[in-house]
């Protein structure tokens, strides 16, 4: 099975390639590298003993698309490709929604010309917005997301929604991701991204081994236990072998469908350091800082 795996080089996508190529699955990969490395390609290629091809271009590239399509016999796309960072949204909003829905609806376009019928795409439960019951469900309210990142992904989400309904042909599936946190065993392959991390895992990370100084604890007033912000973190490879299993469902099933991937269990930012600290001995300096941006008490 031929799998376009947009966004493939980043951290989720490193971690599916991997999974897909050891099921005996040839991912092929489109990778701009606005927040990843060449050098995953080999990375990949030392894990599985083989290098996946990869094109080093953007998804938001009609042509580029269209020729991939008529060289490979694809049948089935993951679309990874996506900025990500909540406070950058919340500055660069055109860039966002340029990126991540503009850069969908080409790759929708593509699809459609090529006949690729199936589609898995990275949502997250950032599209449940600030939420008034958790556990979330995948039926809990959506839309009220809190910043243009979560907004981009709640558009993309209607817009496939309603493709699949004009294409009763096409098997969509939206994955909402929870927190994805953790490295493959090896270690060969990880979340190493440009600069300053945004995310907590790699900071507290950075911290650790001395790159970074200290952690800022974003808020310790929040309606949480603690007073910090709790997240249900799911290890990246599981949440790398969600999406073989979404492949699996993709043609048994009608529709667009919803998954969450996550653990149902969350997890305060303070309890994330005191586990680090246990798990890796090193220390993790903090100091408790204003609230961010769009940020909400408990996902
Ligand atoms: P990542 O930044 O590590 O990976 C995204 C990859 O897409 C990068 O390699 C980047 O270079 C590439 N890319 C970005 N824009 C592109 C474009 N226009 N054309 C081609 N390539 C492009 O991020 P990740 O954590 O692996 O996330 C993957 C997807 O999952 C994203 O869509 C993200 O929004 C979504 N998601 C991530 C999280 C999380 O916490 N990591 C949570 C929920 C959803
Ligand atoms: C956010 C988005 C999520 C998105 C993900 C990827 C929301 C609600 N969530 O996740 O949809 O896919 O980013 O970028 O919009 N924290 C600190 N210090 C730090 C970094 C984070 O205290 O230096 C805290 C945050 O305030 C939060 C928790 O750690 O309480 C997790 O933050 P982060 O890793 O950035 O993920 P989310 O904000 O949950």
Known sequence: MNVLVTGGLGYIGSHTCV?????????IILDNLSNAKPEVVQR????????????????????????IFATHDIDAVIHFAGLKAVGESVIKPLTYYDNNVNG?????KAMRKAGVNSLIFSSSATVYGDPEHVPLTENSPTGAATNPYGRSKHMIEQCFTDLQKSVPTLSITLLRY????????SGNIGEQPNGIPN???PYITQV??????????????????????????????DLAVGHLKA????NVQDGCVAY???????????????????????????NIAPRRAGDIACC
């Open 19 to 27: 999974k897909l190529i050891e099921s005996g699955m040839t991912p």
């Open 104 to 108: 969908s609806l080409v790759l929708a």
């Open 178 to 185: 929870f927190n994805p946190a953790g490295a493959h065993p």
């Open 44 to 67: 990949i290629e030392h894990l599985v003993g083989e290098a996946p091809l990869c094109y080093f271009g953007d998804v938001r590239d009609g042509e580029l698309l269209d020729s």
């Open 199 to 201: 995310n907590l895992v």
């Open 247 to 250: 492949l699996d469902k993709l």
């Open 208 to 237: 650790a081994i001395g790159q970074r100084e200290a952690l800022s604890v974003f808020g310790d007033d929040y309606d949480t236990p603690d007073g910090t912000g709790v997240r249900d973190y799911l290890h990246v490879v």
């Open 260 to 286: 969450n991937l996550g653990t149902g269990q969350g997890y305060s930012v303070l309890e994330m350091v005191a586990a680090f600290e246990k798990a890796s001995g090193q220390q993790v300096p903090y």
